[in-house]
């Protein structure tokens, strides 16, 4: 019989009768790790710019695979990764929608790496496979359908829309979206050997109904084959189409609906602005993607879908995860829930949030961001060096020095970036580059906000 490693040895396991005591030294080291990574970094995200920040990774690396092993590996790498982090849980970083996980998502997602389920078999994963299809249901019952199924992301969620479409209405299904539509659309159309989309203007940032109504009509007989793809929440500006304008229209024309409402759908949470969500309800397919408006660790993603049944193509038989006399023995068969094979509940940090928080905490979290986002333009509206684009729809503030070029804008944002000071996103709208505040971060204060536009100021040259 082997000898187990000792108590402090990087070889010991995390589940099991000891993985609780292996364990809880190394979650110290590792918070400990973050702590002064956060503190070497003192700031949004590292100084020095891609090069500096690569250099020390590499230091702090060394050799990849080296001989022997190191016994402060973990805290090392773990510090190297703070200090080269950009945190989205500092007020100052705002580009992306990257939110700041809650802390009890965070230590839910800790279970799933310790316990290791994964989601291809019933017996790999007996818990996890039941409470993925409670909260699966719950969630796209908030939508208005049936049943949804767990992804990685928006990307994955519209790839797999686009593929229950083509096997619902044959392999010339084609795909009608909005110029201001998100890329994972029209590259999924490509993947999966769709023809071309049309694209359809979006002048105001938004689908025009009027132009969609006239594409639809255009294409007359075709429409029965058609796929609308309508979102909620564009990545530019958080603008949402005109939702229940384009269900009407859908339906009149025989056209299939998918909403991607990967960035908006946590709006439903929120008793306040779920009804800009109105007509959600009407579509084949919807996005939903927690790790933006949702505070989950990535990744945390799903696809809703009206007809059950449309999920059946994902079926596959493979006789060690579900032979047919095991699932006629009552035994779950998971492999028709994902295009994936191995996958992790991340189901467990979605169904701990929504118990731990509920609908109005949760609705609370939107709300703020929302109404920092409504504080972020009202200040810059008031403040004569800037311009800003328009009032935000959710969370995102659109905005830029007055009087500079488009080239100026772009470098004060680098030369941000570069200092560490701020991270701020880029976005071109009306043919003008503006800088992008996506603000996610429900913990920013009002004096948070007025220090981003400083900063902003003092960067611009005159």
Known sequence: MSTPPPPDHPARLASGPDGPHA???????????????????????PAGGPEAVAARVRDAVGEVVPEHGDPDALRGLVHALAEGAADPADPLCAAHLHCPPLAVATAADLAVS??????????????????????????????????????????????????????????????????????????AAWLLGLPEPVIVPAPSGTLD????????????????????AATAGTTDAGLIDPLPEIAGLCAAHGARLHIDAAHGGGLLFSERHRDKLTGLEAAHTVTLDLHKLGWQPVAAGLLAVRHPRDLAVLH???????????????????LGRSL?????????????????????????????????ARE?????????????HDRPTISTVLFRPAGVTDDAVAAVRRRLLTEGRAVLG????????????????????TEDLAALLKLVEGSTPR
Do not use: M
């Not at 109904?209 to 796929?227: F, I």
């Not at 972020?376 to 800003?388: K, R, S, T, V």
């Open 340 to 372: 994936r094979t191995t996958r992790r509940p991340d189901v467990l940090k979605i169904a701990v949030t929504l118990k731990a928080l509920g609908r109005r905490g949760l609705g609370a979290l939107v709300d703020q961001v929302c109404a920092r």
């Open 426 to 445: 880029r976005a071109r709208l009306d043919d003008r580059l503006w800088l992008k505040a996506t603000l996610l971060n429900p913990d920013t204060r």
């Open 209 to 228: 109904p009027a132009a969609l109504h006239s594409v639809l009509a255009g294409l007359g007989g075709a429409c029965g084959s058609l796929l609308v």
């Open 114 to 187: 310790a316990l290791n389920p994964s989601l291809d078999s019933w017996d790999q994963a007996p818990a996890a496979s039941e409470l993925e299809a409670l909260v699966t249901r719950a969630l796209a019952h908030e939508t208005g359908l049936a049943d949804s199924v767990v992804t990685t992301g928006g990307t994955e969620s519209n790839q797999l829309a686009l593929l229950l479409a083509r096997e619902s209405h044959g392999g010339g299904v084609r795909l009608v979206c909005g110029a201001n539509a998100h890329h994972s659309l029209p590259r």
């Open 23 to 45: 364990l809880r030294p190394l979650l110290d080291t590792v918070l400990d790790a973050l702590d002064s990574g956060r503190r070497a970094r003192g700031g949004p995200l």
């Open 316 to 334: 596959q038989r493979a006789d060690y995860l579900n032979a047919g006399d095991d699932t006629e023995a009552g035994l779950p068969d998971l």
């Open 376 to 388: 972020f333009a009202d200040l810059i509206h008031d403040h004569p060096g800037f311009e800003l």
